[in-house]
């Protein structure tokens, strides 16, 4: 059975840093697309951040763009989401994302909520202000 488990998530102050980190377990990483999501109350999920398993290629959507780092640790089957400067908008409930059709978009792994295989518990990110 396919697990993703989150871990980093928490209370932050505005303009601090945080790691988040979405350890597979179940799948072949190498045949998904890896990445996060978020979903803010009364918001519909948005995805944040995308990295293909293999060729290591990432996407950010705009909302963190320049303040996101997608990551990952093939030993450890392990994807990261480094976030900086946080801002009180980046509160939400962030979840672990596989897919395995590993869209593309411009050759970069864009992801969509309705392609999504698995999903993690999702994890609570708060930004104090």
């Known amino acids: 059975q396919v697990h993703l488990a989150e871990s980093g998530g928490g209370l932050v102050q505005a303009g601090a840093s945080l790691r988040l980190s979405c350890i597979v377990s179940g799948l072949t990483g190498n045949r998904y697309n890896m990445g996060w999501f978020r979903q803010a109350p009364g918001k519909e999920r948005e995805f944040v951040a995308g990295i293909n398993w293999v060729g290591g290629s990432t996407y950010y959507t705009a909302s963190t763009k320049g303040r996101s780092t997608i990551s990952k640790d093939n030993a450890k089957n392990t994807v990261y989401l480094q976030m900086n400067n946080c801002e009180p908008g980046d509160t939400a409930v962030y979840y672990c994302?596989?897919?395995?059709?590993?869209?593309?978009?411009?050759?970069?792994?864009?992801?969509?909520?309705?392609?999504?295989?698995?999903w993690g518990q999702g994890i609570q990110v708060t930004v104090s202000s």
């Open positions: 994302a596989a897919d395995g059709t590993r869209r593309l978009v411009d050759g970069f792994p864009a992801m969509t909520a309705s392609t999504v295989d698995y």
